[in-house]
């Protein structure tokens, strides 16, 4: 059963789960999928299959006449999935066919046909194995019994982790059809399956992490979903796994990573080393300046992850990282078969990009080949994967190539001289051309790009800074276009993926303030206006926007699945209620009479939304302490009075009652916690010259007098107030029940703190702002009102037939 187990838990996707036709519903898939299960139990595969074949065909002729979607319709679906990196790419785009998926008789030049087609690209970069030089062999012998972990390495990755792992992956489905999102489903939404679901995971990956595996039961889940993507010119190839396989590889490396990294060392910095590309850049850039340095090697690999030897490279990470070596000998033993428009291309040698193992395999694999080359010559050598760097005088730098080109072809790694660059200062360029004659490799006196920073003179550093920012302006500038319609996706991007972007490049580059006016302009007077709707802001508004968004719904990805999605007035409404701008087309009164002011729509109890506010905010709380505490009851009455003393300002009234009320909240499990909501508009004229926090303590305070007197010595009981501000903010109080709801709903669902609380805060962050601009927006009476008429005096006048039957 192990030789097949795998395999059938990877096709039952494909055979169960396809929907009948694209109008199918949920009463139809449910009846469709009890039959193919019975089909599946009794064996019918061909059947399936059959099945299977033909909706795919339909689907596949359907497809054809798909329009192309409009670039803001797609920038705006990939935003409110989560999908930052798509919606960039939607972006960078302008027309250019750089990084699109290519179908496999596409011909690699347009120009040159000769050249040959996607297929035989993919062919080329998929070579067989290379023989194994036993001379560059760490592992001579058989290792001994002691050379293997102990299972107890691996007892860490249980079901926890496993839940933990996928909700951080995202990405598109392997073979078997079911992405990221699916398995997060499943892995959550389900309970005691769920729980099963990811103990079963940890049972297989603690299997491939400290056994020796039959490579026929794995050879489904090692399968990947292979795509091609435009290089311009050339093709790359990335193969996209099942999501099983890629979440046993991260679970693994959460325990192996330490492992990986105590064997590189500072010798090859892919193997998750924090800043490890900007420590790479600034030591490059420190060296290059001493006097005592005459030139700077950049050396490009040609097809390096997939060209390296991997039997070689198998034995001596099983010698190097014994730990980690069984887990990557279970997966690249044997042929891995890559899927692409109906073919199969085996992966015989090196590592699937897209793999979550293949830089960590890759970064101990190129160790030993790094010690042999500080044997050839005496230079800095700086390596990230198979970029690699050296620096040094310019006879010892030409040893360095001549032993990188001899002794890389072992290992996988062949240095395209076509690609390198040799950096030299100006007065040794022509001793540079001399001692590199005949190698292929480019000398140059300007500068070079290193991992995305400029390495070099000063007016190539500003020439490649001037060309980065003028990138970046058009990027935004499309953004600024998006932003009018959809100012909350506009932002999110800017902030979850523009901003990250420019963040990594100020870190590993010095830019002057001068080379950043016309992208700050930008920001200032387009951007900002698109987001807000404001026209202008002056000095201090721009610095506020400049602050922080910690624990603010700003700061959350506008997914339309968790209801943190925004239409552009609700945004630019919540924007101006956070930062006391003016709303915009307010009418000039109310229907009472009064003017109309967003303090005064907040308070105004006509159309009831005040009291909707609070009867919501109240139900989302007891909701969620419905899933962690016992006996939750809404708006409990109060014990009435029978002579007990209070304070004055304590509610006396025999029906007063609070909010909530629940059992065991604060550890005492026979105590019982009440709580009481209340929204506060901290912009109000009462909070007049009062900070944000002394609005909180004086409504906290208020709430305090008005009931934890009675509660205390009536109901032996405690209260804690709720209080909240418009713009989505919590009281400290606040704060500290919802840090305890989570902290308890960490510990009974077995789930991460931190998590939890962040979308917590999240949740009742836009409950309340959307409670918030109903209460300013909605409409508080009718501006039509149909006259009513008595149905049977209509029938009579209208001399309507009696039309019935029965």
Request: glycine fraction near 6%; proline fraction near 5%; charged fraction near 25%.
């Amino acid at each position: 059963m192990e030789s097949i187990a795998l395999k059938a838990a990877c096709l039952l996707p494909l055979l169960v789960l396809q929907k009948p036709h694209k109008r199918s519903k949920l009463k139809e898939h449910c009846k469709i999928l009890e039959r193919r299960l019975v089909l599946w139990k009794d064996g019918m595969f061909q059947d399936l299959l059959k099945e299977g074949n033909t909706i795919q065909r339909q689907f596949r002729y359907s497809s054809c006449n798909v329009k192309k979607t409009d670039p803001l319709q797609l920038f705006t679906r990939f935003m409110f999935h989560g999908k930052v990196r798509s919606a960039l790419r939607v972006l960078n785009e302008n027309g250019s066919k750089t990084g699109q998926p290519l179908s496999l008789s596409s011909p690699l030049s347009e120009q040159n046909p000769s050249l040959g087609t996607v297929r035989d690209a993919l062919y080329n970069k998929h070579p067989g194995p290379g023989p194994v030089s036993p001379s560059h062999c760490l592992l001579t012998t058989t290792p001994p019994s002691d050379h293997d972990p102990h299972s107890v390495t691996f007892q860490q990755i249980d079901g926890v982790m496993i839940r933990r792992t996928i909700m951080s992956m995202d990405g598109a489905a392997g073979p078997s059809g079911l992405d990221v999102s699916y398995w997060k489903k499943m892995c959550t939404s389900f309970k005691r399956e769920s729980d099963e679901l990811c103990n079963s995971v940890a049972c297989v990956a603690r299997k491939m992490c400290s056994q020796y595996l039959d490579p026929s039961g794995l050879e489904a889940l090692l399968a990947s979903r292979l795509i091609a993507l435009d290089k311009n010119p050339g093709v790359r190839p990335i193969g996209i796994g099942e999501v099983c396989r890629r979440l046993i590889g991260k679970a693994a490396l959460c325990v192996l990573r330490q492992d990986v990294i105590d064997v590189t060392g500072s010798r090859q910095l892919c193997a998750g080393q924090k800043s490890a590309c900007e420590s790479i850049v600034h030591s490059v850039r420190e060296l290059y300046d001493n006097d005592e340095t005459e030139g700077l090697l950049c050396v490009d690999a040609s097809n390096a992850f997939n060209s390296l030897n991997r039997g070689l490279a198998l034995r001596n990470i099983l010698h190097l990282c014994p730990s980690f070596g069984r887990l990557l000998i279970n997966t690249y033993r044997f042929d891995n078969h890559l899927f692409i428009d109906g073919e199969c291309i085996g992966s015989k040698e090196g590592t699937t990009q897209g793999d979550p193992l293949a830089m960590s395999m890759y970064a101990v694999a190129s160790v030993p080949l790094i010690e042999e080359l500080d044997d050839v010559a005496t230079v800095y050598q700086l390596w990230y994967a198979d970029d690699a760097s050296a620096l040094g005088s310019l006879n010892q730098l030409r040893k360095w190539w001549d032993g990188i080109a001899t002794i890389g072809k072992h290992y996988g790694y062949f240095p395209n001289a076509s690609k390198s660059v040799l950096l030299v200062k100006e007065e040794s360029y022509e001793r540079a051309s001399k001692v590199f004659e005949g190698s292929g490799i480019v000398v140059r006196t300007d500068g070079v790009r290193l991992l995305g920073s400029p390495i070099g003179s000063k007016s190539f550093v500003d020439g490649f800074i001037k060309d980065t920012v003028d990138k970046w302006l058009l990027d935004l500038k499309v953004l600024c276009t998006f932003a009018e319609s959809q100012p909350q996706a506009a932002y999110a991007a800017f902030t979850h993926g523009l901003f990250s972007r420019w963040t990594y490049f100020f870190r590993s580059c010095d830019v002057p303030p001068d080379h950043l006016i016309a992208l700050d302009e930008m920001i200032r007077l387009r951007f900002i206006p698109a987001l807000s709707g404001k026209q202008a802001i002056n000095d201090l508004e721009r610095d506020w926007l400049a602050l922080p968004i910690r624990h603010a719904w700003l700061s959350a990805l506008p997914l339309a699945d968790h209801g943190f999605d925004l239409h552009k007035g609700s945004f630019r409404d919540s924007v101006c209620i956070r930062y006391g701008w003016q709303l915009q087309n307010l009418p000039s009164s109310c229907v009472c009479d009064s003017p109309f002011t967003v303090d005064h729509a907040l308070s105004c109890p006509m159309g009831r939304f005040p009291t909707l506010r609070h009867n919501e905010l109240r139900d989302l709380t007891a909701s969620l302490l419905d899933d962690v505490c016992s006996n939750v009851s809404r708006e409990p009455p109060l014990q009435p009075l029978l002579g007990e003393s209070i304070t004055a300002s304590t509610v006396d009234g025999d029906e007063a009652c609070v909010d909530i009320a629940v059992d065991g909240f604060w550890e005492i499990s026979h105590q019982r916690a009440f709580f009481d909501v209340s929204v506060v508009n901290p912009f109000s004229k009462s909070y007049k010259g009062l900070t944000l926090p002394a609005v909180y303590k004086k409504v906290e305070n208020r709430k305090k007098r008005k009931y934890d007197d009675r509660i205390r010595n009536v109901k032996h009981g405690c209260f804690s107030p709720l209080v909240f501000s418009i713009n989505g903010g919590l009281a400290p109080v606040s704060d500290t029940v919802f840090r305890r709801i989570a902290l308890i709903t960490s510990e009974k669902q077995n789930k991460p703190y931190s998590p939890l609380i962040n979308f917590i805060r999240c949740k009742l962050s836009f409950s309340i702002l959307r409670l918030t601009i109903r209460c300013i927006r909605g409409t508080r009476k009718s501006l039509y009102r149909p006259s009513v008429y008595d149905p049977d005096v209509a029938l009579s006048d209208g001399h309507i037939i009696n039309c019935d039957h029965n």
